[in-house]
């Protein structure tokens, strides 16, 4: 028992340093994060771990579809009057399930122990709601070109936080012989954003069945934990393959409506329920 609390104590030891790190997710250094959770690296193993740059340029087009995306929910002008509020919806929304896991395995928020986050987040709520220039960064962000870049760094983002969060449970887990469920938890909740912030909406998300964002974020985890220790190739490019899913995903989302569809009806029909039409959002 001794030995079992000793391996315990140093599992949310480690978990804590590498959280406290500030790393969003984990895993921008591939080495660390390969002893720790094997087959965790969210790139070719036979590419260079990337720049710095790489990381804080996901980060950007990350927070502009957020903004883009919680835009939505008042007119510009209430954005404007209750900024505060606006910014504070907008970090949720993005951070949402980096809020709530820290909760559950009792390791720091990265966005509190890493200040880029929130102010990656103010910056692009600024660009977007600006009345100087707002108004021109918004008709860029229109354009499909732009619409396109954007969409495609937020799912890349998206994919690492939640193989992050799969790994970071599974590191604090290891001890108690929890390795799946919990994980697969984390990285779901990981993937989801904000789904379920603020507190107050409760349930109301899952109203309509489960969002896109957490649906996908669990087909994904659940793949990645039931095939990350197949054969030495496939585990290389299992991260690359699953994050590439993500993004055509979001690009074509009638297409995703029409592979997934069949899957889905599957086990609605196993459970004596009807079809849902996917929403991709």
């Known amino acids: 028992m001794g030995g079992a609390m000793a391996a315990e104590a140093c599992g949310v030891q480690a978990l804590r340093a590498w959280t406290a790190a500030g790393d969003f997710g984990g895993l921008k250094d591939g080495h660390a994060c390969e002893e720790m959770v094997p087959g965790s690296r969210p790139w070719l193993e036979a590419l260079p771990a990337p720049p710095e740059l790489y990381w804080e340029l996901l980060l950007g087009l990350y927070c502009v579809c957020v903004v883009k995306k919680t835009a939505a929910a008042m007119s510009l002008e209430l954005h404007k009057e209750r900024f505060v509020q606006s910014i504070v919806m907008a970090c949720m929304a993005g951070y949402g399930g980096s809020l709530i896991n820290p909760a559950l395995l009792g390791v720091p928020a990265p966005p509190i122990a890493n200040p880029k986050l929130v102010s990656a987040m103010v910056l692009a709520w600024i660009l977007y709601?600006?009345?100087?220039?707002?108004?021109?960064?918004?008709?860029?962000?229109?354009?499909?070109?732009?619409?396109?870049?954007?969409?495609?760094?937020?799912?890349?983002?998206?994919?690492?936080?939640?193989?992050?969060?799969?790994?970071?449970?599974?590191?604090?887990?290891?001890?108690?012989?929890?390795?799946?469920?919990?994980?697969?938890?984390?990285?779901?909740?990981?993937?989801?954003?904000?789904?379920?912030?603020?507190?107050?909406?409760?349930?109301?998300?899952?109203?309509?069945?489960?969002?896109?964002?957490?649906?996908?974020?669990?087909?994904?985890?659940?793949?990645?934990?039931?095939?990350?220790?197949?054969?030495?190739?496939?585990?290389?490019?299992?991260?690359?393959?699953?994050?590439?899913?993500?993004?055509?995903a979001r690009l074509f989302p009638a297409t995703t409506e029409t592979i997934v569809r069949p899957a889905r009806l599957l086990v609605r029909v196993t459970l004596g329920l009807g079809p849902r039409k996917i929403k991709v959002d």
Not at 170 to 179: C, I, K, R, S, V
Not at 194 to 205: I, Q, T, V
Not at 209 to 234: C, K, Q
């Open 129 to 248: 709601h600006n009345m100087f220039f707002g108004a021109a960064w918004r008709r860029l962000v229109s354009t499909w070109v732009v619409e396109m870049l954007v969409d495609v760094g937020y799912e890349i983002f998206r994919c690492w936080v939640l193989f992050s969060w799969y790994a970071k449970a599974q590191l604090a887990l290891a001890p108690t012989g929890a390795d799946w469920l919990g994980p697969v938890i984390c990285g779901t909740i990981g993937g989801s954003g904000g789904a379920f912030l603020p507190m107050s909406k409760g349930l109301r998300p899952l109203d309509d069945g489960a969002p896109w964002t957490m649906e996908s974020a669990f087909y994904v985890v659940l793949i990645y934990h039931n095939f990350r220790d197949a054969t030495p190739l496939f585990k290389a490019n299992l991260h690359a393959t699953l994050c590439l899913v993500l993004v055509l």
